[in-house]
C-alpha cells in the first residue's frame, strides 16, 4: 500500500464520502443517518469522513468525533471479515452466557473488542437481541442464532469464515487513508 | 385448491432454524408436486415450540414444532398438510393452553396473519381505528385515550391520554410524534414481536396519535440490534405510502401524515426519552434536564409525544373498540392488558398478554412450567436490567403496576427473566453496577463514577476484604446513586443491587 501523507486524501475515498454523505445531509438530523451510511460502506468510519461530515453539517469535527465515540456501534479501526456480537444480557446470562461468552473469548484467542490476528472475526459484547426466548444469543452480521452453545458457536465461527474468505481485505482506499 | 403452510420469519423463530425449515417444506412440496403457499407470519410466541409450523385445515390451523429440518420428510409422510397425526403435532394452534388462557387485544393479529400483507392487516380488523379516528375531533380522539386508562408500557406507566393532551394544548407550527423502538431492556423482545408480526397497527397507532395532537411527522427510533425490524418497518411504510394509509392524503381525509424509521447506534441510554431525541437530533445521546417536558419541548424543540411501541400499538383497537372496553380489562390504576415476556431458566418462555393482575407464581409456574433445568427457581428479575430480583416469597405479587410499586420492584416494560438455584446473587448485582458503568451517559457523577465503583466494591466483598465495612459502603453508593442521578439510569440500577443484597445476603457471605 502506498504512504499517504496524514492531511492527503485519497481523491476517490474523498468523492465517494461527499456523496455518502450528500445522500443525507439534507434531512433534520442527518447525523446518524450519514455515519451509518459510511460505516455500511467501509465497515467503520474512516478518518476523512469526519472533516466531510463536520463540512456538510456545518458542525466542528470535534461534535462529529464525540458523536462517534459515543455509539458502541460506530467505530474507527477496521474490524475484522466478520463481527460476532455474544449477548450479555440477564435472560441470556440465566441460560450459560456467561460460559459461552468465555468459550468464545478462549475458543477464538480474543478478549471483547479485538479481533483474530487472520482479521477474520472481530468479538463484541451485546446487551440482548431480542432473543432473550431462546438465550444464549449471538448476533453475525445481520443473523441472530438463539440457544447457542460451545459446538454452535464453533459451526458459526466456521461458517462466518467460509462465507468471508473470498471476500477482498476491507476498503483497501479507505485503509490507505487512514494511515 | 393450496393448502397453506405458515412458518414464522420472526428473529427468534429464524434464530433456531425457521428459514431452513421454511426452505425444505417448500423444496419438499414441489418435488412430490403438491401446491403449497408459505405464509412467513409472525410468532405467536411459544418459543419453546419454534419453528412453530402450522397448515390451514378445514377445523382451522393446526400446530407443528418444534419442527427441525430433519422432521419434514416425516411430516409430509405423516400428511401433516391436511393436519395428520404426527409426533410434534400439537392440535389445534387457539387450543394450546399456553395461548388459549391469554387474553390477546394488542398482539390479536400476531403470528396469525402476514405482517405485510396489507389484505390480511384488512381483512382482521385492521384501519378501524384510523376510520373512526378521522371522524372525531382532536379532543374526542384524545378523551378515548383517556377513558381506555392506558399507561405507557415503555417503563414509566405514563397515562397515554395525559401525554397527548398536553401536546395537544401546545401550540406550535410543527409538532412530532416519536415512537419508542429502543427496547434496550433485557429480558424484553414484545416491541420486536410486534413490529416484525403486525407492522401495519404500529403505524395505524402512530397516525392517530399525529390526528390526536395534531403532528404531521413521525420518527420510529429503532435500536440496531433489530436489523429485520429494520426491513419490515421501511417494506411497510412504502406500502402504506402506495396503498394511501400514509403520505399527504390519509385515506382521502386531506389530512397528511409523513413517517420515518432512524436507526439507534447500541446505547442503551437512548431509550430514555429525552436521550433518545437527542440522538434523533443528530448528537450523542445525553440526557436532557426535565423540565422542559418533551411534551412542551422535545425533538427539534418542538412539542412531542414520545411513546413506546406497544402504547402507540395499544391504539388502533381502543379506538376500534372504545376506551371503555380496553378499560374492562385489567385491576385497580393498572388497566388493559400487559404484554409480558417471559425468559431466562424456563420450561416455556415467551410472550404472555393477559389483563393486569396475573400473580408472577401463575406466570411462572402455570405458563412458564418452572424452570428449565428442572433445580428450583431461585428469582425473578422484573422489567429489565434497571428492575429489582424478586425471591420466591414474593411470587404471589399481582402483576399490577402499584403492587409492584409497593413492594419495590417494578413491571416496567413487562420482561420477567427467571433464575433457578445455581445463580450467584452477587454476581448479578455486580453485573447491575458493570452495566451502568458501561452505558451511563456520563452527565452526573453518582451514575458515571458511582457504578465504577460499585463493581469495584463488590470485587473487593468478593475477595473478602473488609466485608463488612465494604458492604455498608455498598449500601450508602446505591443511595447517593438513587438520590444523586439526573435519570432512572443512575436512579434505578440500585434496585436489582439492594434487592440482591435484601433478600440474598448469603450470596454477599461467600
Ligand atoms: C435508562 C432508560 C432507558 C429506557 N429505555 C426505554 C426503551 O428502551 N423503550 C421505551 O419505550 N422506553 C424506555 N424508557 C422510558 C422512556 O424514557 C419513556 O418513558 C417512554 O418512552 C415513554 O413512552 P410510554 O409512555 O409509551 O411508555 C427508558 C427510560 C430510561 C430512564
Ligand atoms: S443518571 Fe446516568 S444516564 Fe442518567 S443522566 Fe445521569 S449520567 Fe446520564
Ligand atoms: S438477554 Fe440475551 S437476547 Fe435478550
Redesign the interface.
Known sequence: MEKTNANEVDPIVQTRLETLVARHAQRLGAMLPILHEIQAEYGFIPSPAISVVAHALNVSRAEVYGVITFYADFRTEPPGRSIIQVCRGEACQAKGGCELEAYAKRSLGIDFHQTTPDHAVTLEPVFCLGNCACSPSVRVGEEVYGRVDAATFDELVAEAKANTEQKAPAADAALGARS | MSLKVYVPCD??A???GADRVAKMIATQAATIGHHITLVRNGSRGM??L?PLVEVETEGGRIAYGPVTTRDVESLFAADFLHGGQHALCLGPTTEIPYLKNQERLTFERVGVIDPLSLDDYQTHGGWIGLQKALALSATEIVAEVKGSGLRGRGGAAFPTGIKWQTVLDTSADQKYIVCNAD???????A??MLMEGDPYCLIEGIVIAGLAVGATVGYIYLR????RCWTTLNEAIRRCEAAGWLGPNIADSGRSFHLEV???????ICGEETALLE???????EVRAKPPLPAHVGL?GKPTVVNNVITLACIPLILARGGKYYHDYGQGRSRGTLTL?????IQR???IEKAFGLTLRELLYEFGGGS?SGRPLRAV?AGG?LGAYVPTHDFDLPLDYEAFAQRGAMIGHG?I????ES?DMRR?AR?AME?CA??SCGKCTPCRIGSVRGVEVIDRIEQGQNREANLVLLESLCETMQHGSLCAMGGMTPFPVQSALKHFPEDFER
Open positions: 428473529t427468534t429464524v434464530s433456531v418459543f419453546w419454534e427496547e434496550g431492556d433485557s429480558g424484553t423482545f416491541d420486536r440496531s440490534e433489530y436489523p432512524r436507526l439507534g447506534a447500541g446505547a442503551y440522538s434523533l437530533e443528530g448528537k450523542r445521546g427539534f415476556q417471559l425468559s431466562g431458566n418462555p415467551g410472550l428449565a428479575q436490567p420482561g427473566v427467571a433464575f433457578d445463580v448479578m453485573f452495566f458501561e452505558e
